[in-house]
Every structure is written in structure tokens, then in C-alpha cells.
Nanobody
């Protein structure tokens, strides 16, 4: 069973930066996408960013393009989300997940089979 553990959340002021990490508990030998989603209070979970198996392809939600960067270290089974120029509307619980179908370009949460417990990001104005 794959377990994902997120870290790096916290509280920052608008314009600040945070770096989220998500580590998988076991080495995964098949092709897969790792992605980040977020859920704000009273809202549905939404796609943030995803990265393909080899890390050569990425996909971002329009709301975070040019501000967030997703990357991965396959040797460490870890995916990162560098978040810059944070805005109050970025406040949410952030979840990482694994899509075994490796469809990084779709940004659909129903493709993801494994999820972390979530990490809170709070951006104050």
C-alpha cells in the first residue's frame, strides 16, 4: 500500500513563498503522475499542478501558472510544489496524489488512486 506524506504548509503573508513536499512511502516502479490539488472551505477540490512520470512534462491550473512550480525527485519518491507570490485565494488544504494512468495533462482528481492527508496553507492579506 502506497502512503503519501505531505509537509511544508504554514501561514504566510500575501506575496510570500512556501514549498510543499510529498513523499511516497514505497518505491513505485510503474509509470505514474504525481499531482497537487487543493480544497478551500466550502469549495470543491481543484487541480493545481501535475508532473509526468519522468518529470519531463508538467501541467498547471491557470490560476497558479507563473507562480507555482512542480518538480520531482524520483530517487526520493518525492514531489515538490514551490509556491511564490502567494495570494489570499491560495488559502486551502493542499493534497498530493498519484495517478497510475500517468495522464498528467488531464488534471482530474478521479484518476488519482492514492492521496496524502493534506497540509494547510494560509495566506493573509
Amino acid at each position: 500500500q502506497v502512503q503519501l506524506v505531505e509537509s511544508g504548509g504554514g501561514s504566510v503573508q500575501a506575496g510570500g513563498s512556501l514549498r510543499l513536499s510529498c513523499a511516497a512511502s514505497v518505491r513505485i516502479f510503474s509509470r505514474y503522475t504525481m499531482g497537487w490539488f487543493r480544497q478551500a472551505p466550502g469549495k470543491e477540490r481543484e487541480f493545481v499542478a501535475a508532473i509526468s512520470w519522468r518529470g519531463l512534462n508538467t501541467n498547471y491550473a491557470d490560476s497558479v501558472k507563473a507562480r507555482f512550480t512542480i518538480s520531482k525527485d524520483n530517487a526520493k519518491n518525492t514531489v515538490y510544489l514551490q509556491m511564490n507570490s502567494l495570494k489570499p485565494e491560495d488559502t486551502a488544504v493542499y493534497y498530493c496524489g498519484i495517478d497510475p494512468s500517468d495522464q498528467y495533462y488531464r488534471g482530474k482528481d478521479y484518476l488519482y488512486e492514492y492521496w496524502g492527508q493534506g497540509t494547510q496553507v494560509t495566506v493573509s492579506s
